[in-house]
Structure formats: structure tokens, C-alpha cells
């Protein structure tokens, strides 16, 4: 299992490295940077003519490397992360950018492993339930269900959601986790349920999404295997029905959700990034919109890279889960 790990480690290396040359050059092909932004404000805000501005954008390109080539750009900021573990200055947020992560990437992570773990317990739940009672109300019922959570899109999810708390329930805290009195507090119980109050449309969006699928596919699959020849003979044994289900029917309905586990964790972290732009949450989203539109390159760079480390990071643990349910998968990447 070590050397399994060890071979999908080396693998993602050089995925990880053309993904960063890509992000980075995609990032850059729009024309202007954070000078521009920096001329655009000392024209619009302090009155200064446009020489000005932009004798002082072209000395801030000059201090910060914007003038280089971007060859020259790229290869300063991987060397710095592979070096030193520096990712760059935050012009906009005028500290360094690991701390920018710091601050959103863990609130972001845990936003999405809720919203995870919500979706895969009630989707293989409702897909349990609904294929065991296949063509009845209950299934027709969780089938619609399952067909909006994968159809709406999330943002209009999101924009229908803040219309009705702003306008028919007069809610106000919108784009915080927590009430004024609760910012600076200790944890508490009340704090707590504070933070649930805040957060619970980001939560339910994007968890509704990951529970149409996991419902969609633990369903069809379970419908396949509930006809197999071997669950047949299970029932044949005078097992009970719950029996030859849980027993024997789903442990082997669940493998495609497990590869479903590679992408799971970046599918739930667009789904909270989606709906934390809406919401204006302190979170990545909101910091990667905000990066782009003044051209703090080295903050989008950054949280692209992260998001991709998570696909590829997910994917080696839903190969290391089914490595650990099959052991033909063992011997195939042993062979």
C-alpha cells in the first residue's frame, strides 16, 4: 500500500507543475495589472493626472517585478514556494499571501467537509431508500429531488435565497459567520449557534448538489446490484430483505461513489465558493473574485493552486479507499 502511495505521490508532481504553468499564463493573458489599478485609483480618488498615475504604476511594476517578462514572473514565484515557501506579496491585501490563505482556505475546508459529509450520508441514504422502494411515491419523490439539486445552479440557489432573508425576513447580518457581540468572543454554545445562523444557505446549497448525486448514483447502482445473481442466492438462503441489502447489495453498489471521492472535495468547495460570493462570506470565493478583478495575480495564482492540489489530492484517496475495498486494485498497480 506504501509503495501504491508513494507511486500516485510522483505522479501528481508533474500534474501539479503543468497546472501551475497553465493557471499562472491563463491568469495573465487578461491585459493589465495591480499598477493599473493603482493609476486608476490615484486618478479617480486623489486627483492626479494621468502622467503622474502612471509614472508611479510604472515604479510600482519596477519595485514588485511586474515588468518582467512572465517567464521571469513565473520562475520567481515557484522558486520561492519551492525555496523559501513564499507564494508571493498580497498588493491588494498588503501582506504576504500565505497569510491571506491562512486566514480563508481553513474556513473554506471546513465549510466543504460539512457540506461533504452531509451529502454522503443523507445521498447513500435517500438512495437506499428510494431503490428499495423502486417506482413508488417515495422514489418519484427523491428522483425530483434529485433532479433539481443537479440542474439549479447553485448561484440562483444562492440569489433567491438572499431575497427572501433580506426582503420577507428582514435578516441584515449577511457576509459575516458571526453577530457583532459573538466577533471576538470565546467559544460557546451560544457562538455556536450563532455561526450555524450565518452559515446554514451556504452549508444547504452546497450540499444539496452532492446529495442529488450521491442519491442519483447510489440508487441506480444499488438497482443493479439488488439483480445479481449472488444476491439472489443470499435471498435463497432465507436471509432477511435488510439483510441481503446491507449486507450484500450495498458494499458493492458503493465502489463509483468512492471514486466519486476524488472530485468530491473540489465539487464542494466551488459549491461553497458559488454560494460564499453570493453571500459575500469571508471565504476563498469572494478573495479570488476580488484578486482578478484588480489583478492581484499572485493571490488568484495561489488559490487556483490550491484547488487543484485538492483534485489531486482527492484523488489519491479515493484510489487508496478502493485500493483498500479491492483487492484486485492492489494487484493490478503491484503487477
Same mark, same amino acid.
Given at each position: ?39 486608476? $485609483? ?15 504604476? #510604472?515604479?510600482?511594476?519596477? =519595485? ?25 506579496? @498580497? ?11 491562512? =486566514? ?31 417506482? @413508488?411515491?417515495?422514489?418519484?419523490? !427523491? ?85 445479481? $445473481? ?60 476580488? @484578486? &482578478? ?13 490550491? !484547488? ?12 487508496? !479507499?478502493?485500493? &483498500? ?5 492492489? #494487484?493490478?498497480?503491484?503487477?
Amino acid at each position: 500500500m506504501l509503495r501504491f502511495l508513494l507511486m500516485r505521490i510522483a505522479s501528481a508532481i508533474p500534474v501539479l507543475f503543468v497546472l501551475s504553468v497553465v493557471t499562472f499564463a491563463i491568469i495573465q493573458a487578461p491585459p493589465g495589472d495591480y499598477a493599473d489599478y493603482i493609476r486608476s $485609483q490615484l486618478i479617480n480618488q486623489s486627483g492626479a493626472s494621468y502622467a503622474q498615475a502612471e509614472a508611479q504604476a #510604472q515604479a510600482y511594476r519596477a =519595485e514588485h517585478g511586474l515588468d518582467k517578462p512572465l517567464v521571469i514572473q513565473y520562475v520567481n514565484w515557484i522558486k520561492g514556494i519551492i525555496t523559501e515557501g513564499d507564494f508571493g506579496y @498580497s498588493m491588494y491585501y498588503n501582506k504576504p499571501v500565505a497569510d491571506v490563505v491562512g =486566514e480563508r482556505l481553513p474556513r473554506t475546508l471546513a465549510l466543504a467537509l460539512v457540506c461533504h459529509l452531509l451529502a454522503s450520508v443523507l445521498g447513500i441514504a435517500f438512495g437506499i431508500w428510494a431503490a428499495t422502494r423502486q417506482y @413508488s411515491w417515495i422514489d418519484n419523490l !427523491l428522483s425530483g429531488i434529485s433532479f433539481l439539486g443537479m440542474t439549479v445552479p447553485r448561484f440562483l440557489m444562492a440569489l433567491i435565497i438572499v431575497y427572501l432573508l433580506v426582503f420577507h425576513f428582514d435578516v441584515s447580518e449577511i457576509g459575516s459567520f458571526f453577530s457583532p457581540q459573538y466577533g471576538g468572543a470565546p467559544w460557546s454554545w451560544g457562538k455556536f449557534v450563532d455561526l450555524v445562523s450565518h452559515v446554514w444557505p451556504v452549508v444547504a446549497i452546497a450540499t444539496f448538489g452532492g446529495l442529488a448525486y450521491n442519491m442519483r448514483v447510489m440508487r441506480g447502482n444499488l438497482l443493479d446490484t439488488l439483480n445479481a $445473481q449472488y444476491v439472489e442466492t443470499a435471498r435463497a438462503k432465507g436471509l432477511s430483505e435488510g439483510a441481503v441489502v446491507m449486507r450484500h447489495a450495498v458494499p458493492n453498489a458503493v465502489h463509483p461513489l468512492v471514486m466519486y471521492q476524488g472530485v468530491v472535495l473540489p465539487y464542494m468547495l466551488t459549491g461553497e465558493i458559488e454560494t460564499a460570493i453570493i453571500f459575500s462570506l469571508p471565504t476563498v470565493g469572494p478573495a479570488i473574485v476580488g @484578486s &482578478m478583478a484588480i489583478g492581484d495575480v499572485y493571490v488568484t495564482a495561489t488559490f487556483m493552486m490550491v !484547488l487543484s492540489a485538492t483534485l489531486i489530492i482527492g484523488n489519491i484517496i479515493a484510489d487508496m !479507499l478502493l485500493a &483498500m475495498l479491492d483487492p484486485r486494485v492492489r #494487484q493490478y498497480e503491484g503487477a
